[in-house]
Nanobody, 121 residues
Framework: QVQLVESGGGLVQPGGSLRLSCAAS????????MGWYRQAPGKQRELVAT???????YYADSVKGRFTISRDNAKKTVYLQMNSLKPEDTAVYYC???????????????WGQGTQVTVSS
């Protein structure tokens, strides 16, 4: 089993920055892909960014150029640096992990508990 614990959410003004962290523990040798989903009120959960053991990354079009995913394999932690935040980035952000080299919905094996990000003036 793998446990994922997120931190770093909060309230930020439009144009501001936040960094989310997700620390993995347990049977972490099983993990290949790690990354982030988000879910805004009344909307479906959407894949935001992915990082794989092979060094591949994926970003949703809505965050390209603003968000950066990185990974510290020694610390078994994945980060999401979010810059130039917009009100439409407001959502609960969920860390996700998979044994597969992808985080598309049916591939996710483990979920974090979620952390709230609110972008508002």
């Amino acid at each position: 089993q793998v446990q994922l614990v997120e931190s770093g959410g909060g309230l930020v003004q439009p144009g501001g920055s936040l960094r989310l962290s997700c620390a993995a523990s347990g049977s972490i040798s099983r993990i290949n892909a790690m990354g982030w989903y988000r879910q805004a009120p009344g909307k479906q959960r959407e894949l935001v960014a992915t990082s794989t053991n092979g060094g591949n990354t994926y970003y949703a079009d809505s965050v390209k150029g603003r968000f950066t995913i990185s990974r510290d394999n020694a610390k078994k932690t994945v980060y999401l640096q979010m810059n130039s935040l917009k009100p439409e980035d407001t959502a609960v952000y969920y860390c996700a992990a998979a044994a597969a080299p992808t985080l598309w919905r049916n591939s996710v094996d483990y979920w974090g508990q979620g952390t709230q990000v609110t972008v508002s003036s």
